[in-house]
């Protein structure tokens, strides 16, 4: 289990990092989810114990990132943005050097290699050197390097920025692999759709955490769920809108023009209750209600709002 | 932590490995002192041997000498102000004002005179005019030499043409064995050199590369410590040129021996100096180009650039060397000995801060 208290790292003047509180669980997928220069980066570099925080504290599996640096880098995997492999060596050559600095015994190091580039599908080029290798390969090697030592918690770190939607596939199964093997794995992404297919709850991060909770919380509670109302004729007035508005339970109201017809989004957290009162609404204004349907906020929408402060 | 030998060889094996993928860099590093240690010897001392070499055989016989002897201590001095000695035999005698030819003058003192077609042996000459005569054996000063042959003397002041030395010693000119030792000591610092600039290319490519590869970080997230990390790089660098500075030495010394030993008559190396200089000062500027150069890639973020830099290790090497050449240093055992502890001093004060540099916190953040 990852415990953070507080973490916060400044550059000088910049912080970087601000007193982030959060637990990530056992066998969780975690999803840091952020733009650029959010300072993904650094919280994870931190976690990892590859630099200091100036404030706060964490603790992976009860051993403290301050005190016990050496201990936990032996339980972890880490992966950072650039896979940094030895790009001259092997994929075997660069699997042994990092088996080695996990102190693997030798004979359990060759087995798990074979067995990792067998898994990664990487046996055929064991022998070439990195360099010849595609992006997705790449990637996979610096994946299968960084569960060498069979790691109980994961940092990734981008893991698919700059692949080819190929290659992402290929690199969000292996991923999804790990998840199934029960180890706790912390994603940072600014990848919206891979946030939302690998991970179990996902941080909406600037600097801050801005929101926590599994993509389906995370959409359902901000704005509740959505529903649509397709209108087959006439506009809907900024009276109507107003109505429905005044509705108790209704969170947020919009209208899209569709081809033939007029959407009326209506979103709620008891839509069950609602939906009923703005037929009613619609109908006494004389329009004619074609189609009701559910449908949930994407998680593109919620971010989108939550990092350009739309919602606190 | 305490520091684990094995994890900074981990390191270090690596770090050979990639040398041994990346050819041409074993390629620059080898060939350059190997090339050195066989063109020096070969550039210095083959084109003057021949300059120190006999002319062909001298024999007595072929000496003017006369068929019959005046013997001085029978016939005592010929009489006038200014004898003049033909065909005398002169031994032990005080000679003031003479004037000799084809005479043989032995264990004897001549002051001012005039020495033609004769041979001189274990005597002391001055202010003499001598020609077409051997000399052997004796001290010649403030003298003239015209077409003489002297062996295993020695001239001061003295003016000669056409004549020849052998194993003998003048002023201002210096023998076969010195001028070797010389040429020899001056190859010296270029051995000190190997090892202060070969680290440089290595290191360039050793700590710039991992830094222009991004290659460190994930190392940095494995328990390893950073001392075993820096020691294991270091090593990485200082095993290959250490070897590569030896095995130059080796062959050096062979090619020298092979060169000189038939012109000296004695085998100059290896030497107390030398072994000094190869066993501990070399060694001592490898591990301050290491340093150095952990420096210069926090710094920069170009391999040309980081050599560029990194090759001012060896300033003051060259600057020993530019003294040694024009005579201002002589190297001795003493000096090189100051040369290692200075050196090593310099290494003390420098890793402290090499070490600082190396923490993975200023590798992620500060290096750039």
Not at chain 2, 246 to 251: A, E, G, M, N, Q
Not at chain 2, 270 to 297: H, R
Request: hydrophobic share 45%.
């Amino acid at each position: 289990m990852i415990h953070i208290e507080g973490l916060t790292r400044r550059f000088g003047s910049l912080t970087a990092v601000d007193s982030v509180h959060l637990d990530v669980n056992d066998g969780e997928v975690f999803g840091l989810l952020g733009p650029n220069g959010a300072g993904k980066t650094t919280l994870v570099r931190m976690l990892a114990c590859l630099i200091l925080p100036t404030e706060g504290t964490a603790t992976i599996n009860g051993m403290s990132i301050e005190e016990d640096r050496g201990l936990i880098r032996e339980k972890i995997g880490y992966l950072p943005e650039v896979p940094g492999l030895y790009e001259d060596l092997t994929p075997a050559q660069n699997l042994r050097f990092f088996g080695e600095l996990h102190g693997i015994p030798r004979e359990r190091l060759e087995s798990r290699i074979d067995e990792l580039l067998e898994e990664f599908s990487l046996s055929r080029r064991r022998n070439d050197a990195v360099s010849t290798l595609s992006k997705g390969m790449k990637q996979k090697l610096a994946i299968a390097r960084t569960i060498i030592h069979e790691p109980s918690v994961i940092f990734l770190d981008e893991p698919t920025s700059g692949l080819d939607p190929e290659a992402r596939v290929m690199v969000r199964e292996v991923i999804s692999g790990l998840r199934d093997e029960g180890r706790i794995i912390f994603l940072n992404t600014h990848n919206l759709d891979e946030a939302e297919k690998l991970c179990d709850r996902i941080g909406i991060f600037n600097g801050r955490i801005l929101a926590v909770g599994s993509p389906d919380e995370l959409s359902k509670g901000l704005w509740g769920e959505r529903t649509v109302f397709r209108l087959l004729d006439g506009s809907v007035g900024e009276d109507i809108i107003g109505a429905i508005r005044g509705i108790d339970g209704i969170l947020d109201v919009s209208v899209e023009r569709a081809m033939d017809s007029t959407l009326l989004k209506v979103s709620s957290a008891r839509p069950d209750e609602v939906s009923p009162q703005v037929v009613r609404v619609l109908a006494e204004a004389g329009l004619s209600v074609a189609e009701v349907r559910r449908e949930s906020h994407t998680l593109e929408e919620v971010y989108h709002r939550i990092i350009t402060g739309e919602v606190d | 932590m305490a520091f684990r030998f094995g994890m900074a060889w981990v390191v270090a094996k690596k770090d050979l490995l990639q040398f041994r993928r990346n050819r041409y860099i074993i390629f620059t590093l080898l060939l350059t002192p190997l090339l050195l240690s066989v063109l020096m010897p070969v550039i210095s001392i083959t084109p003057v041997a021949p300059l120190f070499e006999d002319n062909g055989d001298f024999n007595y016989i072929a000496l003017h000498r006369p068929e019959t002897y005046f013997n001085l201590n029978e016939t005592g001095l010929p009489p006038g102000e200014f004898p003049y000695l033909n065909r005398y035999y002169v031994d032990s005698a005080d000679l003031n004002y003479c004037s000799a030819n084809n005479s043989v003058i032995v264990n004897s003192t001549v002051k001012d005179g005039l020495i033609m077609r004769s041979v001189i042996e274990s005597s002391h000459l001055s202010g003499v005019f001598i020609k077409d005569s051997f000399i052997l054996n004796s001290t010649v000063e403030g003298s003239s030499l015209i077409n003489c042959t002297v062996v295993n003397s020695t001239l001061s002041d003295t003016m000669k043409r056409d004549s020849r030395l052998y194993d003998s010693t003048e002023p201002g000119q210096i023998t076969l064995t010195d001028y070797i030792s010389l040429m020899v000591d001056s190859m010296l610092f270029m051995f000190i050199l190997i090892p202060a600039i070969v680290p440089t290319i290595i290191a360039s490519y050793s700590f710039i590369g991992e830094k222009t590869g991004k290659t460190l970080e994930p190392v940095l997230a494995t328990p390893v410590s950073d001392s075993e990390l820096f020691a294991g790089k270091a090593m990485a660098i200082f095993i290959p040129t250490m070897l590569a500075t030896l095995v130059s030495f080796v062959l050096f010394s062979l090619l020298i021996d092979i060169l000189t030993a038939p012109l000296v008559g004695r085998i100059l190396l290896p030497d107390m100096k030398w072994m000094i200089a190869m066993l501990i000062t070399a060694p001592l500027f490898c591990i301050m180009a290491i340093e150095l150069n952990v420096f210069v890639s926090a710094k920069v973020n170009d391999v040309r650039a980081a050599q560029q830099i990194g090759g001012s290790v060896v300033l003051p090497v060259v600057v020993l060397f530019v003294m040694m050449s024009m005579g201002m240093v002589k190297s001795s055992v003493f000096m090189l000995l100051l040369l290692s502890l200075a050196v090593f001093l310099i290494d003390a004060a420098v890793f402290g801060l090499a070490m600082k540099m190396f923490k993975r916190e200023r590798i992620l953040v500060d290096w750039r």
